[in-house]
T-cell receptor, first 112, second 109 residues
Framework: QKEVEQNSGPLSVPEGAIASLNCTYS??????FFWYRQYSGKSPELIMF????GDKEDGRFTAQLNKASQYVSLLIRDSQPSDSATYLC????????????FGSGTRLSIRP | GAVVSQHPSRVICKSGTSVKIECRSL??????MFWYRQFPKQSLMLMAT?????????EQGVEKDKFLINHASLTLSTLTVTSAHPEDSSFYIC?????FGPGTRLTVL
């Protein structure tokens, strides 16, 4: 059974600080990794994807992947109240059009 | 990024009726689309994988005769909730190429 684990939170971070969201996965052969943001009542929005070990930066977001440790994280710099949402980690075991495996999500709250 | 649309965004129907939800990929072709359901404050639940030109693959516990899926073209998949009941009220979301549609909120009275 392939699994993706996330701390459900809520994670509370002061405005302007760095929010760090973590995710572990069980299938060592997984190839592609995704972070989605979901606001309450809305569908998930893809914000980052990463395929290679190391860091990938996009604006205030940095995705980090460590395949040896089966660990992927998302850092949000200069956190804003608008970043308050649930963040879903997802893993594609086969890097194809196959279904991806979602974690249950971490609820992030940015306090002003 | 890729754009996925859904229609309708919101639907209210009477118990016992059927409701069809459309999912379209707007700027790419998708041989595979996915249908999810999400109840309030719960995780996404994958219902089925929609395959263009062939039968859908349903997840364990999802009734294929109740949730009919048709993927007739490379840009369109439909989900029909047949004989809907109040417990089918939920947020239905489709996905293609790792992108999600905006979702359809179904309320069954």
């Amino acid at each position: 059974q392939k699994e993706v684990e996330q701390n459900s939170g809520p994670l509370s971070v002061p405005e302007g600080a760095i929010a760090s969201l973590n995710c572990t996965y069980s299938d060592r052969g997984s190839q592609s990794f995704f972070w989605y943001r979901q606001y309450s009542g809305k569908s998930p929005e893809l914000i980052m994807f990463i395929y290679s070990n190391g860091d990938k930066e996009d604006g205030r977001f940095t995705a980090q992947l460590n395949k040896a440790s089966q660990y992927v994280s998302l850092l949000i710099r200069d956190s804003q109240p608008s970043d308050s949402a649930t963040y879903l980690c997802a893993v594609d075991p086969y890097s194809s059009a196959s279904k991806i495996i979602f974690g249950s999500g971490t609820r992030l709250s940015i306090r002003p | 990024g890729a754009v996925v649309s859904q229609h309708p965004s919101r639907v209210i129907c009477k118990s016992g009726t059927s409701v069809k939800i459309e999912c379209r990929s707007l700027d790419f072709q998708a041989t595979t689309m996915f249908w999810y359901r999400q109840f309030p404050k719960q995780s996404l639940m994958l219902m089925a994988t929609s395959n263009e030109g062939s039968k859908a693959t349903y997840e364990q516990g999802v009734e294929k005769d109740k949730f009919l899926i048709n993927h007739a073209s490379l840009t369109l998949s439909t989900l029909t909730v047949t004989s809907a009941h109040p417990e089918d009220s939920s947020f239905y979301i489709c996905s293609a190429n790792k992108y999600f549609g905006p979702g359809t909120r179904l309320t069954v009275l």
